[in-house]
Structures are given as structure tokens and as C-alpha cells.
């Protein structure tokens, strides 16, 4: 990776000095706190990194820490190495608004809580990576819990009364600044959005009786080079639509990029 090169074809016919080509190779860097062993404390809530100005993930805790509820924690016993990443959803009472907090972990910042349209939050989604992986590859560990309470109704038939669905993806995209998902408007990123190069994901909907190993391919649309990623792990995959089970448990640990 990132390594400059000259070459030429040759034959037995043809092996002249003047048709040397340079190339130099895409860098291949992982992104930080990948493996999730680092993590500081900002007031209650917890974040991968050494200290604030270290922030590339980041979690619904910066909403919900102030009022005592913190669902993305570092988790110490269930690892498998060092440290990892714990997601809880919970059900959380922001102010006079009772909402469903799912565990979360993201490249990206929240930014603020919003306290009108029923309530809600607004997060800027990636980080400036300009990388071309192939695949996301780490361990996760899930146990979900039924919907009941929360489920939105466009989710009644997937998901009421049913176990819940934990998500990772990975979208590498061509933003000129971070998306800022403002969810009390209904603004929400999208595989489907034309600035998105690459995309990968997989979902879990059963218990995974502890720490399976993950490998998502990451499929490139176009050629275009990549300026923004966005990587997500969810305990509850509609949580962003305020559903999913309370009780819910994400953890992951040991994440990477590889570049086959």
C-alpha cells in the first residue's frame, strides 16, 4: 500500500527503455480505535479514543449521559481481547419525553437533542477516509429482546412481539461535509443515495449464543474515489425510528478493514 512503482511490458521482440509507467498504490489505513480497546470518559458518557480531541466514533450517550442513561459502554469481561464495545437499548426519559435509546456506535458526532416534533436528535454521520477497503471484518455478539412498546407502525408486521434486529454496515461515500441525520424531520441516510460509492451490511435477528466472527464484503457501485466513510453498529437496527426491543445487547470488538 501507498508505494510507488515503475513497469513496462516486455517482449522478446520489444524491450526499450522509453516505456516505463509510474504508479503509485492507494494507501490502505485502518481508522482509529478500530479494535475498541482505548476508550475516555467526556462527564458520564464513555467514547473510544484517548481523550475529546481524539473523537472518530461516537454513540447516542452525548444525548442521553446528562440525564443519567449511557447505552454505549466499554465492556471488559465479554471481549475478545483487550476491551470492547458494549450497545444497550434502553428506554430513556430525556427531559418530559420517554423514547427508546438504542445502542449505537458510529464515525460520526452527535450534535443535540431536540425536544420538539415528539423528540429527537441530530448527529452528523462520517469522517473524512479516502481508503478503498473490501470488506469489514471483526466479532460481534448479539442478544436481542422482543419489541413490544416501541415499533413504530411502518414496522408493526416485521417486528412487534418479535425478536429485534441488530445491524452493522459500512458506506463509503463522496460527501463534501459529514450528513447530518435530523431525525424529528424524517432526514436519514440511505444505501440508496447516488453519493454513496460502496456499501456493505449485515443484519442479525437471532441470538448469537456469543462471539461469531463477521466478514462483510464491501461492493463498489463506480470507480469514484471515496471522501467520507460511515461505519454503523446498532443493538437496534430501526432504532434511528425510535424501535426496537429494550434489553438488546450489541457487543463488537476487534474490527477491521481488509483490502484483498
Not at 141 to 146: E, H, L, Q, S
Not at 163 to 183: C, E, N, S, Y
Not at 200 to 212: E, I, Q, R
Request: hydrophobic share 35%; with cysteine; proline share 5%.
Amino acid at each position: 500500500p501507498n508505494t510507488a512503482y515503475q513497469f513496462k511490458a516486455v517482449t522478446t521482440k520489444d524491450d526499450k527503455e522509453d516505456n516505463v509507467i509510474a504508479a503509485t498504490t492507494e494507501r490502505a489505513d485502518q481508522l482509529p480505535y478500530m479494535n475498541m480497546d482505548v476508550w475516555f470518559q467526556g462527564g458520564d458518557a464513555w467514547y473510544p479514543g484517548t481523550d475529546a480531541g481524539s473523537l472518530f466514533w461516537d454513540s447516542a450517550n452525548g444525548g442521553t449521559a446528562d440525564y443519567g442513561y449511557v447505552p454505549t459502554v466499554p465492556e471488559e469481561t465479554n471481549v475478545i481481547s483487550g476491551k470492547a464495545a458494549k450497545l444497550s437499548t434502553i428506554e430513556a426519559k430525556v427531559a418530559i419525553i420517554t423514547k427508546l435509546a438504542a445502542g449505537n456506535l458510529y464515525t460520526g458526532e452527535f450534535k443535540s437533542v431536540v425536544m420538539t416534533g415528539g423528540g429527537g436528535a441530530e448527529l452528523d454521520f462520517g469522517r473524512p477516509y479516502t481508503c478503498r477497503p473490501t470488506s469489514f471484518k471483526g466479532y460481534v455478539d448479539y442478544r436481542p429482546a422482543k419489541v413490544s412498546k416501541y415499533c413504530d407502525s411502518k414496522f408493526t408486521s416485521l417486528l412487534s412481539g418479535k425478536d429485534d434486529h441488530g445491524q452493522i454496515f459500512v458506506m463509503l461515500t463522496d460527501w463534501t461535509a459529514p450528513f447530518r441525520v435530523k431525525t424529528t424531520e424524517g432526514i436519514f441516510t440511505s444505501e440508496d443515495d447516488p453519493s454513496v460509492i460502496a456499501y456493505g451490511s449485515a443484519t442479525y435477528t437471532t441470538n448469537t449464543n456469543g462471539y461469531v466472527e463477521f466478514n462483510i464484503p464491501i461492493e463498489y457501485r463506480d470507480n469514484r474515489k471515496p471522501s467520507y466513510i460511515l461505519v454503523v453498529c446498532a443493538a437496534s437496527k430501526y432504532g434511528d425510528y425510535f424501535t426496537g426491543g429494550v434489553g438488546s445487547v450489541m457487543y463488537v470488538d476487534e474490527m477491521s478493514f481488509g483490502f484483498e
